[in-house]
């Protein structure tokens, strides 16, 4: 992970790390309704002391949820260690509330530019690299796009990737059927998309199709270019300096929206519900496994599937960035000794047992285990769904993500739709992302 750190006053972090040498258990007020614990036996160790360990995440993720994917897997494989986490519920449990009430956690888990964001952010970060080497965790078993953002550290590793996403093109098999339409498959081009686009954008009755539609957000955080948001060296945005950003906007936004009629859907209407809920939009790009699969009562209402998103021509056989969910250990674990047991269960949450479980409930794994990758979505309900399609492509390169990613990204994105509905020409929508985005920055590092 490398960034820029803010700097935060010394007293916050100082009472977490006191907090963290105390007994086991999170201080700063009763946490219980945000928690999920299981109390298991003393650990078998050298100081036959009871082991907890904390884990808190970025997201919100609820008690249910956290168990579903993590908790549950581990104390499976760790009955011995007691498992705590704590929900981020709003102000107050996130992590600048954390650090003013003291209260502490052994790993901080968030999505790439989310952890950047808050983890190095706030510099609750240590090097993990001796903690690797001596638990033997082997990081040429992860993809290698997966893992560039971790190896490629100034600083030292300080996280794990544990479970990834990627974007892919979702399609509404029921609308292609209704047109005749062929339906795509993983090899098809942008020129073939936007064909097909053609075939099926038309209105029926009172109802308006769309062939396809990109979801810019997605877009924009995997981008197949690589492209980072800010520049390591200068800490400046990089939209209206690096060409690819035009290369960008002409492919995966303006391009599709060239296609007669669209343009025109996307000013009334919002691209997620036009595909999940109202069923006009036939093609939708830029969309993540887990994203669609978060959808369950929409999905189950039509037929659909998915197909590889296009590289770009200059770029044969590359897709997007990975989206990956990286485990940190705090420094606070390092204070309270209790590092070497999170290190082991992040070392079981990287392992071919728990890669292979969390494959198989649709979340997409981070290791290059051909055998792991086979079982990705088959314990779903849409098993027969086509799967293989994020992985079809090798993921793009994870560029320089700064500490700054997400509230720049929020302004990017802004413009970008404006520019895909026609609302702004590019060279406009360039300038103004840059400007806002370069004092946004300004804003930030005076905090």
């Known amino acids: ?107 901080y888990f968030a999505n790439v530019g989310y952890f950047e964001n808050e983890f190095i952010s706030y510099n609750l970060q240590f090097d993990m690299s001796d903690l690797i080497k001596q638990h033997k965790v082997d990081l040429n078993r992860f993809d290698p796009s997966v893992i560039s953002g971790v190896r490629a550290s100034s600083y030292g590793i300080y996280a794990l990737p544990v479970v990834t996403d990627s974007i892919g093109i979702m399609y509404n098999k029921d609308i292609l059927d209704k047109f005749g339409v062929p339906y795509p498959k993983n090899g098809i081009t942008w020129g073939e998309i936007f064909d097909l686009s053609r075939k099926l954008t038309r209105t029926e009755g009172d109802k308006s199709y769309i062939g396809y539609a990109p979801f810019t957000n997605y877009m924009l955080y995997m981008n197949p270019l690589s492209i980072p948001l800010v520049d390591e060296k200068s800490g400046t945005p990089t ?6 950003w035009k290369k960008f906007y002409q492919t995966l936004l303006i391009a599709p929206a060239e296609v007669p009629g669209v343009q025109d859907y996307l000013k009334k209407h919002d691209v997620l519900d036009g595909f999940f809920k109202d069923q006009q939009v036939a093609m939708l790009g830029g969309i993540t496994a887990f994203a669609a699969n978060s959808r369950d009562d929409q999905l189950s209402k039509f037929n659909w599937d998915w197909v590889a998103m296009p590289p770009f021509q200059d770029l044969p ?103 895909m509905k026609g609302e702004m020409d590019l060279n406009t929508a360039l300038r103004l992302s840059e400007e806002n985005a370069a004092k946004k920055l300004q804003e930030l590092k005076a905090k």
Not at 336 to 345: G, P, R, S, V, Y
Not at 400 to 406: H, N
């Open 239 to 244: 939209i209206n300096r690096d060409e690819r």
């Open 1 to 107: 992970m490398r960034g820029r750190f803010r700097t935060i006053p010394l007293s916050l972090l100082a009472i977490a790390l006191l907090a963290g040498c105390g007994s086991g258990a999170a201080t700063g007020g009763d946490k219980t309704d945000n928690g999920s614990e299981d109390k298991g036996k003393a650990v078998e160790g050298k100081n036959k002391e009871p082991v907890e360990v904390v884990f808190y995440a970025q997201n919100g993720m609820t008690p249910a949820e956290f168990d579903n994917r993590y908790g549950n897997s581990l104390r499976k494989k760790f009955p011995d260690y007691t498992i705590k986490y704590i929900q981020n519920t709003g102000k107050g449990m996130d992590v600048a509330g954390m650090l003013a009430t003291g209260t502490h956690y052994d790993v």
């Open 317 to 419: 056989g590359v897709g997007g960035q990975p989206y990956t969910q990286y485990f940190g250990i705090t420094r606070m674990a390092k204070t309270k000794n209790t590092a070497d047991a999170a290190m082991e269960m992040l070392k079981h949450l990287v392992s071919d047992e728990y890669q292979t479980e969390i494959a198989g409930k649709g979340f997409m794994p981070v290791l290059k285990n051909l055998d792991v990758r086979k079982v990705f979505g088959q314990d779903t309900k849409y098993k027969d769904k086509n799967w293989g399609a994020y992985f079809y492509y090798k993921m793009a390169e994870v560029p320089y993500k700064s500490v700054y990613e997400i509230p720049i990204s929020s302004l990017y994105v802004a413009n970008m739709n404006q520019v």
